[in-house]
């Protein structure tokens, strides 16, 4: 599935080349944490980019109910939830729902019996504790699930018309054609269209990252290095990677940026 490309370490590349980065859209878990928390480092990155106006957009799987409350403690300029499901402005606005379901209802309890026949073939996942925080997908845990067992779940869902994905903590049952890249496309057009492409870094960790790292629409991508783990699963991969793993790969690029940025003016 992967297609081999040549991965270019951070360290090695030219110190302008993130010069013109204003925008960087990342993951959260396993990208901005570091074996699941927000570390000081980190919140202190966030604090110096945000001083020198460049801004950090979440891009996450997680819950919509997570990340309303998430997105407006953090110094970022706003986020996004279940994989490009749904957007949540700065300044606790009104979330903006990018997935249309005209009847919510009917649509979880679509997703719920979709999960309750992928149980009768995998009785051992279970839903996770933030499922009922959802609009738009339906989550359950990936721990212990081997990389075979989750390419059937995979097909599974496209069966029954649903699409699949995961990352290093949830599998992801939603929307076919919902991901982060159609959702993040879709937020830079509508609500900040003044970022060219050039000015964007997307930034990602996991197999549900991997539309970030899609080269037609984001040529400027990254990966922490713990994306490694996941390359030979990923049809898009990273430009770049940093040498550090998981939220001190994002503190890693924080610097870099920071550094090309002093240098270029």
């Known amino acids: 599935m992967s ?3 040549s ?21 959260m878990d396993g990208t901005l944490t570091r074996r699941g928390k927000f570390t000081p480092a980190l919140l202190q990155a966030l604090e110096d ?18 990340v309303s ?5 953090m ?22 729902v990018l997935t249309p379901i005209p009847d919510l209802v ?32 339906w989550t359950f845990d990936v721990a212990g699930l081997r990389e075979d067992e989750l390419q059937t779940l995979n097909n599974l869902c496209q069966q029954m018309g649903w699409g699949f994905t995961y990352s290093n903590v ?18 830079l057009r509508e609500y900040l269209p003044q970022y060219l492409s050039e000015q964007i870094v997307t930034v990602g960790d996991s197999p549900n990252d991997e539309s970030l790292f899609d080269r037609r629409y984001f040529p400027v991508s990254v990966g922490v290095a ?35 940025l002093h240098i270029s003016s």
């Open 226 to 260: 713990n994306v490694l783990e996941y390359m030979n699963q990923l049809k898009y991969q990273p430009a770049y990677i940093t040498t550090a793993a998981e939220g001190e790969g994002f503190c890693e690029l924080s610097s870099y940026i920071l550094k090309s």
């Open 170 to 187: 949830q599998c992801h049952i939603k929307p076919q054609g919902q991901d982060k890249a159609v959702g993040l496309l879709q937020v």
């Open 106 to 137: 009917h649509h979880r309890q679509h997703l719920a019996t979709t999960f309750e026949n992928l149980q009768t073939k995998f009785p051992q996942i279970q839903e996770s504790a933030d499922n009922r925080f959802r609009i738009t997908d």
């Open 75 to 96: 110094p970022v300029a706003g986020a996004m939830a279940e994989n490009g499901g749904l957007y949540f402005p700065p300044g606790n606005q009104k979330p903006v």
């Open 3 to 5: 297609r081999h490309l």
């Open 7 to 27: 991965l270019s370490p951070l360290s090695e590349v030219s110190s302008t080349s993130f010069s013109k980065i204003r925008l960087i859209a990342t993951d």
């Open 49 to 66: 980019l945000t001083a020198v106006d460049i801004k950090v957009l979440i891009v996450t799987g997680r819950s919509a109910g997570w």
């Open 69 to 73: 409350g998430l997105s407006s403690l």
